[in-house]
């Protein structure tokens, strides 16, 4: 297998993850900022298949409207020149000092209309240059402190926001959707809408909630303690995955955004699998960056290796759906399973009456130990 990248795996990469300079709170910046158009030509020599920016990653906050409209243009060259994509945009709310309170949330209302002026121009932005789906990651939306704030009142403001900017989407005529972006801290003390979960649950408080789905980031929700794979399938089932950030992360760390797969192999071999099996067709968007130990090169390795890996994945999803034994033990721990249970006053009447064997149910071996050594032998090559 040679593991190369077609369009339509659809991976994606966004300005600021190959872009990283490598600065941490600790430390300055180890790598040159490159200009967008050089990571346009990065991108398409690791085989990417699109880019995904925010305004300021394309265009400086302090631009005049010449050099916007000059970056603008060399950058939708340079996407022609390669023949890359960018199917999503998004603001950053999060950077310049005004957002230290929070944008859509913050407590004074300047700021807050600020926020909706800087994220309509960035949808504008990310419409000229194609994007269908605009996310809102809202990174500085939280606290240190809950002296400061009611988190109702944060809610209600969050909700005001994204329904105001579904009324502006609708009233431009765009056809684009949104997607919330749950992180639970870092770089707030906690961060609002805090997982998968919390954004599902808004979304339905929502003017439009059909315009809004869920971009679950692999780390997030590892950040969490959660199992990824569980929130994405649950967002999947709504009909609410309308992308995903993957990269990888270890639980209880800080935010480390690593190369995808190189933490925790088995829960991304699920992710994965889960995705290809479901069919899932948006983009997969690795949102990670290179060790701060990387030169240019380095950051070349991260990128390749991020898709390697999840086309080495993929190989072995489907693998373990064709493995024999692998089926064999799936169909055995699944005998007896006669469909869904729907109520009915008989079927609940014999239900109630029914004798079972509780100690027979109990003492049954499951051979989940087995099935789950099948699924190492197999990561680990030796099947
Ligand atoms: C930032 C964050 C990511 C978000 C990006 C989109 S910006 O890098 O760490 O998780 O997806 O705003
Ligand atoms: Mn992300
Ligand atoms: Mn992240």
Redesign the pocket.
Known sequence: MTYTPTPADKFTF?L?TVGNPGRDPFGEPVRPRYDPVTLVHLLAEVGAYGVNF?DNDLVPIDATPAERDRIVRDFKAALTATGLVAPMA?T?LFSDPAFKDGAFTANDPQVRAYALQKAMRGIDLGVECGAGLY?F?G?REGTETDAVRDPREALKRYREAINYLCAYVKDQGYSLRFAL?P?PNEPRGDIYLATVGHVLAFITTLDYPEMVGV?P?VA?ETMAGLNVLHGVAQAWEAGKLLHI?LNDQVIGRY?Q?FRFGSANLKATFFLVKFLEDVGFDGPRQF?AHAYRTEDLEGVKDFARGCIRTYLILKEKARRWNADPEIQALLAEINAGDQGPVVYSREHADALKAREFDRAALGARGLAYERLDQLTIDLLLGVR
């Open positions: 966004g600021w925010h998004t950053n996310i990651w990174g972006e992180k971009n980031e997030h950030d935010d955004d949102d």
